[in-house]
């Protein structure tokens, strides 16, 4: 900048300081609202109590190939990657949208924090949230349902890396669908029926195997199928792999559809991504 | 867009540095479908002026501001501010602005002391936040939520937020709407203040009161375009200033616009004047900024 103006001398802030200035500002944010903590951390926790006492009497699988587990275990990866959808893609696309119409992006678009720092903010925000998530979902299933935990440092890894790469494509993606809504009102009604349209065919509610095989293909085209898919890959036993339409965990292709929703939402997202209202132009 | 903008060459460069003029537009143009929101319009506003832009609604004031903040795109016209384009604006260049925009409404679970704090860190030579967040007026707020502020301690938060980067130039959008007569006084001092610390001030507003207390220089805009400019004291054609004295004489009320009211009314006492020397009902009127003001309007709306 040209010495005549004393201000801009100084050098502005980097965008790695500013995400954290963000990422701060967002946990405070979500700390301070207390119904939502208590909903998301509570959330899978409470369904699979209830989906566990409802159906906790039938073992889940198939009794003839002699591949039979308790039902919670059988539902806790289904809960782990509905958690991941709903930290990730349900409450950004929301929070932002809501930050969209109630004029909180237009500030900070009047301001030199650059773009990065924002989504930086929300991006740990959702790390944060979807791993508290899993920690408590895990350490319920372990101490109130039993549920046999794996040993094997092979599929933790795997765990590790589906839940990350699960955690990043849903938070492209819900920065990318947080346009969809017209208003800030309207973004959970937009919002929630997709996630829950989604719960019901890839394999959260139901058995994967027990749907139809139209609706196996078309859950197919969703990452939350893949995700699901992978946890039980971690949290199943390796024989219950007969199971799978495929017949195998396919980590490969859940790894190629995760890849590609990611990069498609994040072009898709940066193209599209608007810091007004519609109604502002 | 049939703009031309010349990169940050050395002679632009020395070329902003010897302009006294933090914002300048030639012809601007931008359509929205069949409208023309702003058709041809000029503006130059000087380093550390206040200038208030005037106009009815749909005048192209707010896409003109909006333009300037780097928020909209034009579709022709040239437009400088602090030197730049604001259409290709970088962060520097919003570092030397500030944005007072109308009706935000976000309800943080913040605090007003989180919030000034925060946005201060987003500038490279901020002002301290505690003396912005008392300048405006919210000291003893400070440690409340953003969320249950009042309206006008939300717009003094909106307010705190704009100049907490020390910009050098502000935007301010309607900014006293939902003060009390006291705060309003109190912020126009604030706004005095910062212009006195060589801050340009850009006001969009509808209280003509306020402009003609606040600004250095009116601008009128109609049907996006300048209709008019000057200082709030000789805005509008000469006679639209010129004091009116009205009087009662054999019970019938009379008036004349005068150059020369106290030539006027010395004659009255002479010759108009009751038995105990009075002028029945006697007023002189000098026309104010919002006579002025709705004089100009409505006479470019008989012209269209």
Redesign the interface.
């Known amino acids: 900048m040209s010495a005549t103006t004393p201000t801009t001398d100084a050098p502005l802030p980097g965008a790695g300081r500013l995400s954290l200035v963000r990422a701060g500002l967002e946990l405070r944010q979500f700390l301070r609202e207390r119904d939502a903590v208590i909903f998301i951390f509570a959330y899978p926790i409470v369904m699979m109590a209830i989906f566990s006492t409802v159906f906790g009497a039938a073992d889940q699988g198939s009794a003839a190939q002699g591949v039979e587990v308790d039902f919670a275990r059988y539902f806790l990866p289904g809960m782990i990657a509905t958690g991941v959808m709903l930290t990730s893609f349900q409450s950004l696309a929301i929070a932002i949208a809501v930050e969209r119409d109630d004029g909180t992006l237009r500030r900070l678009r009047g301001t030199p924090l650059p773009a990065v720092a924002y989504f930086g903010g929300k991006v740990v925000l959702t790390i944060a949230t979807s791993l508290v998530q899993t920690a408590i979902l895990l350490a319920v299933a372990a101490l109130a349902f039993d549920v046999a935990l794996p040993t094997d440092p092979g599929r933790w890894l795997t765990f590790a890396w589906v839940f990350l790469l699960g955690t990043a494509t849903g938070t492209v993606c819900g920065v990318a669908f947080s346009s969809v809504p017209r208003s800030g009102r309207s973004a959970t009604a937009v919002v929630t029926p997709v996630v829950l349209i989604l719960q019901f065919t890839s394999g959260v509610f139901f058995a994967f195997y027990m749907l139809p095989a139209w609706m196996q293909t078309a859950a197919s085209v969703f990452p939350l199928k893949w995700i699901a898919q992978g946890m039980r890959s971690v949290f199943l036993p390796e024989e219950m792999v007969v199971l799978e339409p495929s017949g195998s965990w396919q980590h490969g292709a859940t790894a190629a559809v995760l890849v590609a929703w990611l990069v498609a939402a994040l072009v898709v997202g940066v193209r599209t991504f608007r810091w007004r209202r519609r109604d502002e132009g | 867009m049939v703009t031309t903008t010349p990169g940050r060459t050395p002679a632009r460069?020395a070329a902003?540095?010897t302009t006294e003029l933090a914002v300048r537009v030639r012809g601007l143009h931008k359509r929205?479908g069949e409208k023309q929101a702003v058709d041809g319009l000029d503006l130059d506003i000087g380093r550390g002026e206040i200038v208030a832009v005037l106009g009815p609604n749909g005048a192209g004031k707010t896409t003109t501001v909006e333009i300037l903040?780097g928020?909209?795109e034009r579709d022709a016209g040239d437009v400088q501010v602090?030197?730049e384009d604001p259409a290709h604006a970088d962060?520097?260049w919003?570092?030397?602005?500030?944005?007072v925009?109308q009706?935000?409404?976000?309800?943080?679970?913040?605090t007003v002391a989180?919030e000034v704090r925060?946005?201060a860190?987003?500038?490279?030579?901020p002002a301290d936040p505690d003396e912005v967040i008392a300048a405006v007026g919210l000291a003893e707020k400070a440690r409340a939520r953003v969320r249950g502020l009042s309206g006008g301690q939300r717009r003094r938060l909106d307010v705190a937020?704009g100049i907490v980067?020390?910009?050098?130039l502000l935007f301010l959008d309607e900014p006293t709407t939902g003060f009390d007569p006291q705060a309003r006084r109190s912020f126009w001092g604030l706004v005095r203040g910062l212009r006195d610390s060589g801050t340009t001030i850009l006001l969009t507003t509808h209280d003509l009161d306020e402009a003609a207390h606040l600004a250095d220089r009116v601008v009128v805009v109609r049907g996006g375009r300048v209709v008019a400019s000057g200082t709030p004291d000789t805005l509008g054609r000469p006679e639209a200033r010129t004091p009116v004295v009205s009087w009662t004489a054999g019970g019938e009320s009379r008036s004349e616009r005068t150059t020369a009211p106290t030539a006027l009314v010395a004659r009255l006492a002479a010759t108009a004047a009751g038995p105990d020397g009075e002028i029945a009902d006697l007023r002189v009127v000098r026309p104010t900024l919002e006579d002025v003001y709705l004089e100009l309007v409505s006479h470019e709306e008989t012209d269209r």
């Open positions: 460069r902003d540095a929205y903040e928020f909209r602090l030197g962060r520097a919003r570092a030397r602005i500030g944005v925009a009706d935000s409404r976000d309800r943080a679970e913040l989180e925060s946005t860190r987003y500038y490279p030579a937020l980067g020390r910009p050098e």
